[in-house]
């Protein structure tokens, strides 16, 4: 091949410009209670308006910023209508489903998780199917267990006085729940009581081999709100509290780069599978913020030689991080 100046030019251009970056945050403000998946080349990132559940998606963690959001649920339902919290896209079964958390106009009292199912791509539009709980309930979420089978994760005060992590068997249909309830962490710990005793926002963890469910721990109007987890024993009944052991302590927390409050997160696999990431919200008020102002975060997930998490500490914004490999 013959190289003109030019085209020699933007040859060598090519070989040293830099791997593809994104920077922090990804969304600012509208940014709480984030979950991103990757799927047949694209990102896709859930958010809510409070009254809405919407998804935007982008080729890269980038281009998410930029990328147009389109509204898959709204309702004038009364009791549904209302705190649209956490939405959070699952494939079952040949099929995405959307999981969120609604309730009244009037209060908090009527929070319960929903779902929502789509098609084949979480692009796809969405219907709306059904409440899956029956009390008090929010953040719900998927979680695969090796011989049990789907289970559907929230944060629900089921027969105890503390905001605490709930499984119930998912029912064949993906749209229902089914058995009893199992309490599987209180917030026990003085860790866990900063504000009020919290745990909430489960994400399902799946890495090494192992099955862990990350959840936030405190309430968010502290600046404590932070990440910590639960490792399941690969065999006992997950309904079962004995079932799990508790970090010693967040893993993951604030007061670093300027972030607070930094939890709700999820966990995403990067295009070739072999990274997993983490996306989480944070806020800038050292009070801590459970409000829209809370904006979205994207970082890599590490683990020690000895293969335990490791989370790192909250990146500074507009830094550049290579974007998922
Ligand atoms: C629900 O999801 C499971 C996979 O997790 C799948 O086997 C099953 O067919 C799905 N049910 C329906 C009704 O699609
Ligand atoms: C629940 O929270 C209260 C404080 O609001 C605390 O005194 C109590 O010990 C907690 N219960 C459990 C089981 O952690």
């Given amino acids: 091949m013959f190289f003109t100046p030019r085209r020699l030019l933007t040859a060598l251009l090519g070989a040293i410009s830099p791997v593809a970056a ?22 896709y990132l859930m958010s809510t308006t409070w009254s809405n559940v919407q998804i935007a998606r982008a080729t890269t963690i980038e281009g998410l910023k930029t990328a147009t959001r389109k509204t898959v649920y709204s309702s004038s339902e009364a009791s ?45 539009d969405y219907t709306y199917v ?14 695969r267990f090796n011989g049990w089978g789907n289970y559907l994760a929230t944060s629900c005060f089921h027969g105890v006085a503390n905001q605490s992590i709930c499984f119930q068997k998912l029912g064949d249909d993906n749209v229902s729940v089914t058995g009893s309830i199992g309490v599987i962490s ?12 919290v745990n909430e926002g489960p994400a399902a963890l799946y890495i090494n081999g192992k099955t862990y469910v990350a959840y936030s721990a405190n309430y968010c109007w502290t600046p404590d709100y932070c990440i910590a987890t639960l490792e399941w024993d690969g065999t006992t009944d997950p309904l079962s509290a004995s079932a799990w052991t508790k970090s010693d302590g967040c893993l993951f927390k604030g007061g670093v780069n300027g972030h607070y409050g930094t939890g709700h997160n999820a966990f995403f696999q990067s295009p070739d ?53």
Avoid at 104 to 110: C, I, K, M, V, Y
Avoid at 130 to 143: K, N, P
Avoid at 188 to 197: A, R
């Fill in 80 to 124: 549904r209508c209302c705190n649209v919290w956490a939405p959070e896209t699952h494939y079952l079964g040949g099929a995405w489903y959307i999981y969120f958390s609604a309730g009244n106009a009037n209060n908090l009292d009527g929070q319960n998780v929903h779902v929502l199912k789509g098609g084949a791509t979480p692009w796809d």
């Fill in 273 to 325: 599978g072999s990274q997993t990431w983490n996306v989480y919200h944070a806020t800038s008020n050292s009070a801590g913020a459970c409000d829209d102002s809370r904006y979205t975060m994207v970082q890599l997930l590490n683990t020690n030689a000895d293969g335990s998490l490791n989370f790192g500490t909250p990146v500074a914004l507009n830094i550049d991080s290579a974007e998922p490999a």
């Fill in 22 to 43: 994104f920077t922090n945050s990804i969304r600012n403000p509208g940014g709480s209670d984030p979950q991103i998946v990757y799927t047949d080349g694209y990102y």
């Fill in 186 to 197: 209180q917030p026990t710990n003085s860790w866990e009581q900063s504000g009020t005793p």
């Fill in 130 to 143: 059904a409440q899956l709980t029956s009390e008090w309930s929010i953040d719900g979420t998927i979680v």
